[in-house]
């Protein structure tokens, strides 16, 4: 079976998602410094001695075409504020998982994970075929899952539409 997820930029006017590269290492790590989010329970972002690794892990399961990692980059402040990711991809079954996603605190509830939660979801039914996507989030996560309701619902009028 081909590589069904391969390395793609994403963007809109406001954020670009690039896949994840070593060369993010300095950007992620000062994005995970930002509210301390390794100390939170709930989210997957990693200790900013444990970035190197983490996005090692990141690329090996691109790889192993298990996901498509991407960074995301705020175009209005030319800066990277965090991370998302296609996981669990079933190629067979056409079925992906959005999750993995941390954000900058300072990036949190400003708009960037709806809007980037939209340029997965078009692209995963557009492009990829998808026939379900699935997000990924943890209870503690309320204010994440009243933002994908969100992005579900422009994303449902966006389709309907076409």
């Known amino acids: 079976m081909n590589k069904w997820l391969n390395k793609v930029k994403l963007k809109n006017e406001n954020l670009k998602l690039e896949p994840l590269e070593l060369s993010h290492i300095d950007g992620l790590t000062n994005a995970v410094k930002d509210g301390e ?8 972002a990693p200790n900013p001695k444990e970035v190197q690794c ?3 892990k990141a690329i090996k399961d691109f790889e192993e075409d298990k996901s498509l990692p991407f960074a995301v980059f705020d175009t209005n402040k030319s800066q990277l504020v965090g991370t998302t990711r296609f996981m669990n991809a079933d ?15 300072s990036s949190q ?9 939209y340029l997965l979801l078009k692209y995963a039914f557009e492009t990829l075929k998808c026939i379900a996507v699935e997000f990924r989030t ?3 996560q309320y204010t994440i899952k ?8 422009k994303t449902r009028r966006y389709f309907e539409k076409s």
């Open 91 to 105: 190629q067979k079954s056409r079925r992906v998982e959005i999750g993995t996603t941390w954000y900058a605190k």
């Open 138 to 140: 943890h209870l503690a």
């Open 37 to 44: 989010l390794w100390n939170l329970w709930y989210t997957s």
């Open 146 to 153: 009243n933002s994908n309701y969100k992005t579900w619902s």
């Open 109 to 117: 509830r400003t708009g960037i994970n709806t809007q980037c939660k």
């Open 54 to 56: 983490y996005i090692e």
